[in-house]
């Protein structure tokens, strides 16, 4: 039997207002009753809830057609699905984020499945579930360009791998729809994955490994860089005749200069996990102070934190565990152990951190974008004779294949006979940094 209800929903505020997730030390439980009613109904053993409207009157009205829906539906007379197919798709996709908020991702996953969704949905003038179409959705994908390009320009292709991204995210979503018995099936299960033309590699960016002197200028740029970025004046806007005041030192106060110099000792550390730890940006925004087992001289990472979600130990170098012994002091379990900027902020501040360390962003054997880290150590452990098989494990990839052809450079010169493991090369690195 259908009814008509309010729902309650339940929301965990910090002291400043922000919401957070639930458990979050100093957090207080928040319940918000909707302004909108719903018509609650159980079908096959669980409870279904659809937005009715406002006004109650409205919301009665629906819930008659509901009841007479369901009715006519038990006889067999109806769709199943007519009622999700009626309704408007940015409901499904509300619902879809919903549920994601719940299930432990990051706010900057959640705006980034909401743009794609948004854009693909909008490209095939998609209004409800009824209007979405494997052929339509083949169509769409098949002549992409880039959202980017200014107004008046030509369109410009976007790469296979940014086609794939976009595929995914709606192939995501229509897999929760089937979970949900909103839709019968997958329909992008019959639109094929993007492929690149024969004969070019399907690798989108060549990267290329840094050499161990660049690196050591690498890490110790990034302690420096926040007070160095800051200490010139450049004068400001021009006056009101034309000229500009002259450029001068900035003196700081000693709070402002200890909060730059402990920002510039967290991206510091930020790069040296990177390297000496192999984890990709998103897993390492993801890694909690709980995760550091000092004693065992580990990260035990879960497998919600891993791009092939399964559970990680990695093992750490004495030098870091050093530093992180004395970062975590003061911080609780639950604290995120290293504050890593959005993949865009870290794009930026990685080029400056290059311009500074006078390192080229893009040379003839490829880029030193930031996740090229990953294939200087595994040059790096190449060059040391590690077997492929400790390489991939500590990479953790599935195919060893992947491990040689996209994470092994051979062009890189011989780091020389000094640099013989990893811990060599912590000391190599951090001792050359901190005395530059």
Same mark, same amino acid.
């Given at each position: 039997?259908?009814?008509?209800?309010?729902?309650?929903?339940?929301?965990w505020?910090?002291?400043?207002? $922000?919401?957070?997730?639930?458990?979050?030390?100093?957090?207080?439980?928040?319940?918000v009753?909707?302004?909108?009613?719903y018509?609650?109904?159980?079908?096959?053993?669980?409870?279904?809830?659809?937005?009715a409207?406002?006004?109650?009157?409205?919301?009665?009205?629906?819930?008659?057609?509901?009841?007479?829906?369901?009715?006519?539906?038990?006889?067999?007379?109806?769709?199943?699905?007519? %009622?999700?197919?009626?309704r408007a &798709?940015?409901?499904? =996709?509300?619902?879809?984020?919903?549920?994601?908020?719940?299930?432990?991702?990051?706010?900057?996953y959640?705006?980034?499945?909401?743009?794609?969704? *948004? !854009?693909?949905?909008?490209g095939?003038?998609?209004?409800?579930?009824?209007?979405?179409?494997?052929?339509k959705?083949?169509?769409?994908f098949?002549?992409?360009?880039d959202?980017?390009?200014?107004?008046?320009?030509?369109?410009?292709? %976007?790469?296979?791998?940014?086609?794939?991204? /976009?595929r *995914?995210g709606? /192939?995501?979503?229509?897999?929760?729809?089937?979970? #949900?018995q909103?839709?019968?099936?997958?329909i @992008? #299960?019959?639109?094929?994955?993007?492929?690149?033309?024969?004969?070019?590699?399907?690798?989108?960016?060549?990267r290329? *490994?840094?050499?161990?002197a660049?690196?050591?200028?690498?890490i110790? +740029?990034?302690?420096e860089?926040?007070?160095?970025?800051r200490? %010139?004046?450049?004068?400001g806007?021009?006056?009101k005749?034309?000229?500009?005041?002259?450029?001068?030192?900035?003196k700081?106060?000693?709070?402002?200069?200890?909060?730059?110099?402990?920002?510039?000792?967290?991206?510091?550390?930020?790069?040296?996990?990177? +390297?000496?730890?192999?984890?990709?940006?998103?897993?390492?925004?993801?890694?909690?102070?709980?995760?550091?087992?000092?004693?065992?001289?580990?990260?035990? +990472?879960?497998?919600?934190?891993?791009k092939?979600?399964?559970?990680?130990?990695?093992?750490?170098?004495?030098?870091?565990?050093?530093?992180?012994?004395?970062?975590?002091?003061?911080? $609780?379990?639950?604290?995120?152990? =290293?504050?890593?900027?959005?993949?865009?902020n &870290?794009?930026?501040?990685h080029?400056?951190?290059?311009?500074?360390?006078? %390192?080229p /962003?893009?040379?003839?054997q490829?880029h030193?974008?930031?996740?090229?880290?990953?294939?200087? @150590?595994?040059?790096? &452990?190449?060059?040391?004779q +590690?077997?492929? !098989?400790?390489?991939?494990?500590?990479?953790?990839h599935?195919a060893?294949? &992947?491990t040689?052809? !996209?994470?092994?450079?051979? !062009?890189?010169?011989?780091?020389?006979? *000094?640099?013989?493991?990893l #811990?060599?090369?912590?000391?190599?690195?951090?001792?050359?940094?901190?005395?530059?």
């Amino acid at each position: 039997m259908a009814t008509l209800k309010k729902v309650m929903t339940t929301f965990w505020h910090d002291q400043n207002g $922000n919401r957070v997730k639930p458990g979050t030390p100093g957090a207080k439980k928040v319940k918000v009753q909707s302004s909108k009613w719903y018509i609650v109904y159980k079908h096959e053993g669980r409870v279904k809830r659809v937005p009715a409207f406002t006004d109650k009157a409205a919301s009665q009205k629906k819930l008659a057609d509901h009841l007479a829906a369901l009715e006519r539906g038990q006889a067999g007379l109806t769709d199943p699905y007519k %009622i999700h197919f009626d309704r408007a &798709l940015g409901e499904h =996709i509300g619902d879809y984020l919903e549920d994601l908020r719940h299930g432990g991702t990051s706010p900057e996953y959640h705006e980034a499945v909401e743009l794609r969704l *948004a !854009r693909v949905f909008d490209g095939i003038k998609a209004k409800s579930l009824r209007d979405v179409t494997a052929d339509k959705l083949k169509a769409f994908f098949r002549t992409m360009t880039d959202a980017r390009v200014k107004q008046g320009d030509e369109p410009r292709p %976007i790469s296979v791998a940014t086609k794939n991204d /976009y595929r *995914a995210g709606v /192939y995501t979503f229509f897999q929760w729809l089937k979970k #949900e018995q909103r839709h019968p099936e997958n329909i @992008v #299960e019959r639109v094929p994955r993007a492929e690149s033309p024969k004969g070019e590699s399907s690798e989108t960016r060549k990267r290329r *490994a840094l050499k161990p002197a660049d690196l050591r200028k690498l890490i110790g +740029v990034a302690a420096e860089y926040p007070v160095s970025a800051r200490q %010139i004046n450049r004068g400001g806007r021009p006056r009101k005749d034309g000229s500009r005041p002259a450029a001068g030192t900035v003196k700081f106060n000693p709070e402002t200069l200890d909060q730059l110099q402990s920002q510039g000792r967290e991206r510091r550390l930020m790069y040296l996990l990177a +390297v000496f730890t192999g984890l990709r940006r998103g897993e390492l925004s993801r890694i909690q102070v709980k995760d550091v087992r000092l004693k065992k001289g580990v990260l035990d +990472v879960p497998g919600r934190k891993t791009k092939n979600g399964r559970r990680a130990i990695i093992p750490l170098v004495s030098g870091l565990v050093a530093e992180l012994r004395d970062w975590v002091k003061g911080k $609780n379990d639950d604290d995120v152990l =290293i504050a890593v900027p959005c993949r865009h902020n &870290l794009r930026r501040l990685h080029m400056a951190h290059l311009t500074m360390s006078q %390192i080229p /962003y893009k040379t003839e054997q490829g880029h030193a974008d930031w996740h090229s880290l990953r294939k200087t @150590v595994n040059t790096f &452990l190449r060059r040391k004779q +590690v077997p492929l !098989r400790q390489r991939q494990r500590f990479l953790r990839h599935a195919a060893a294949d &992947l491990t040689t052809r !996209r994470y092994d450079d051979e !062009r890189v010169g011989d780091m020389g006979a *000094a640099v013989k493991q990893l #811990e060599r090369l912590w000391k190599f690195v951090t001792r050359r940094a901190e005395n530059s």
